[in-house]
């Protein structure tokens, strides 16, 4: 039984990493303090046995059932900016969940689901296994040395890189529409980010803007699409909790300004996320739709689904 179980999750792995790398991850590239892994390793507790739960009582929980788990889980923990860029020594794959900014909260709900959705019980080897999926949607290469260049920044190649195997986009599906924002806003604005302009931070700057155009460009080959701000109220009929919403930024150059987790509590279509406002994360007072219309630079949402 066992050497079957492994097996599962080898040829789970080959499957994943067809379109999402896991290559080895070592310790001394890994920033992930013991109280962080704590913290993930109750959470992963805690999926596996409501997901128990729900096959002895004959229900199925689905993937986007388990992230809204992790994400009420992580309900008040500290919101601190730039969570992977603070105190940057060179590129290391960063995992708090003591602390979080909006993408980073959503990766690790995402990566925490997905592994609970694979693995049949609680043990290291869901630990590891979480590990090696941020991974996977961090980083385009497999590291373990990574450069800044090498990390996925804009959320569009975060979901087009995950497309029909973890998770589905459905902008279009819900009455989105192309939009003509090509992505450039990290090399058009360098001094953004000490990585891009500053060669005492990073040695390889020239090497790295010079990767990130390239992105950008790849980016730009396919169209990029939202659900406009006056689109959202029939979209929203068909969002579910769990669906990952991306808020689409009007400001040029960029792609998407904030990230959270759909969460439907009767019948009001709210969200989940890091919010800079309050500090933490938060069950935020506002629906999707208030959020977005009291925004001056938001223009509409990307919806992506957990499979």
């Not at 599962?8 to 590239?29: D, K, P, Q, T, Y």
């Not at 961090?138 to 995950?162: A, F, K, L, N």
């Not at 001056?296 to 919806?303: D, E, M, T």
């Given at each position: 039984?066992?050497r079957?179980?492994?097996a599962?999750?080898?040829?789970?792995?080959?499957?994943?990493?067809?379109?999402?790398?896991?290559?080895?991850?070592?310790?001394?590239?890994?920033?992930?303090?013991?109280?962080?892994?704590?913290v993930?390793?109750?959470?992963?507790t805690?999926?596996?046995?409501?997901k128990?739960?729900?096959?002895?009582?004959?229900?199925?929980?689905?993937s986007?059932?388990?992230?809204?788990?992790?994400?009420?889980?992580?309900?008040?923990?500290p919101?601190?900016?730039?969570?992977?860029?603070?105190?940057?020594?060179?590129?290391?794959l960063?995992?708090?969940?003591?602390?979080?900014d909006?993408?980073?909260?959503?990766?690790?709900?995402?990566?925490?689901?997905?592994?609970?959705?694979?693995?049949?019980?609680?043990?290291?080897?869901?630990?590891?296994?979480?590990?090696?999926?941020?991974?996977?949607?961090?980083?385009?290469?497999?590291?373990?040395?990574?450069?800044?260049?090498?990390?996925?920044?804009?959320?569009?190649?975060?979901?087009?890189?995950?497309?029909?195997?973890?998770?589905?986009?459905?902008?279009?599906?819900?009455?989105?529409?192309?939009?003509?924002n090509?992505?450039?806003?990290?090399?058009?604005?360098?001094d953004?980010?000490?990585?891009?302009?500053?060669k005492?931070?990073n040695?390889?700057?020239?090497?790295?803007?010079?990767a990130?155009?390239?992105?950008?460009?790849r980016?730009?080959?396919?169209?990029?699409t939202?659900?406009?701000?006056?689109?959202?109220?029939?979209?929203?009929?068909?969002?579910?909790?769990?669906?990952?919403?991306c808020f689409?930024?009007?400001?040029?150059g960029?792609?998407?300004?904030?990230?959270?987790?759909?969460?439907?509590?009767e019948?009001r279509?709210?969200?989940?996320?890091?919010?800079?406002?309050?500090?933490?994360?938060?069950?935020?007072?506002?629906?999707?739709?208030?959020?977005?219309?009291?925004?001056?630079?938001?223009?509409?949402?990307?919806?992506v689904?957990?499979?």
């Amino acid at each position: 039984m066992k050497r079957i179980f492994f097996a599962s999750i080898v040829i789970f792995l080959a499957f994943f990493s067809s379109s999402v790398r896991l290559g080895a991850v070592e310790g001394e590239n890994v920033v992930f303090p013991e109280q962080d892994r704590t913290v993930a390793r109750k959470v992963l507790t805690l999926l596996h046995k409501e997901k128990q739960k729900a096959a002895e009582e004959g229900r199925n929980l689905t993937s986007s059932d388990l992230v809204v788990m992790a994400a009420r889980q992580l309900l008040g923990t500290p919101y601190v900016a730039s969570t992977l860029d603070s105190d940057w020594k060179g590129e290391e794959l960063r995992i708090f969940l003591t602390e979080t900014d909006c993408i980073l909260f959503v990766e690790s709900c995402l990566n925490l689901a997905l592994t609970v959705s694979q693995m049949k019980e609680p043990s290291e080897e869901s630990l590891d296994m979480f590990v090696s999926r941020m991974a996977g949607t961090r980083y385009r290469t497999p590291g373990p040395e990574w450069s800044y260049s090498d990390r996925v920044h804009y959320t569009t190649e975060w979901i087009r890189r995950q497309e029909g195997v973890t998770l589905k986009d459905m902008t279009m599906d819900l009455g989105g529409k192309v939009i003509d924002n090509p992505v450039r806003f990290m090399s058009s604005h360098p001094d953004s980010y000490p990585q891009l302009s500053d060669k005492s931070v990073n040695p390889s700057l020239s090497k790295d803007l010079d990767a990130i155009r390239k992105v950008e460009d790849r980016i730009n080959q396919e169209p990029l699409t939202a659900i406009l701000t006056e689109d959202i109220p029939e979209a929203i009929k068909e969002i579910r909790s769990g669906d990952i919403i991306c808020f689409v930024t009007s400001v040029e150059g960029l792609d998407i300004a904030h990230v959270a987790i759909a969460f439907i509590y009767e019948g009001r279509v709210g969200f989940i996320h890091a919010s800079s406002k309050e500090k933490k994360v938060v069950t935020d007072a506002k629906t999707i739709f208030e959020y977005v219309s009291a925004s001056h630079n938001l223009s509409g949402i990307k919806v992506v689904r957990p499979l």
